[in-house]
């Protein structure tokens, strides 16, 4: 069994229920998922063809993930959002969000 790249600590397990979201549709990839930090690693056959069809479907964005520390500040937890991003969503400190949890996930949907 593999070990996971990313905390180094636990093994990859074979699933086949990986949530990969390009705007709404949601396609269930096959891949591994490390047992001790959860991060999934889909299969790359996979992941193209999720890609392959968000773009059929046109509903492929600029391939976005970023990574981001928390900052702490006045006792709660700061989650900064990277600029390109407001600059793309047209944010600015009067724009309402939702936040959800899914899962070990959160998803911050703007209000209009
Ligand atoms: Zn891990």
Known sequence: MRKCLICE???LIKVEDIIFEVENYVFILKGERCSYCNEEFPYEEETHKAIETSKKLG????PMKLYRHLSRSGGGLVFR?????????KLDENTEIGITKIGNKIVIELEK
Request: hydrophobic residues 30%; without cysteine; glycine residues 6%.
């Open 9 to 11: 600590k636990g093994n």
């Open 81 to 89: 959002i990277p600029s390109d991003l407001e600059k793309q969503l």
């Open 59 to 62: 509903v492929w964005p600029e």
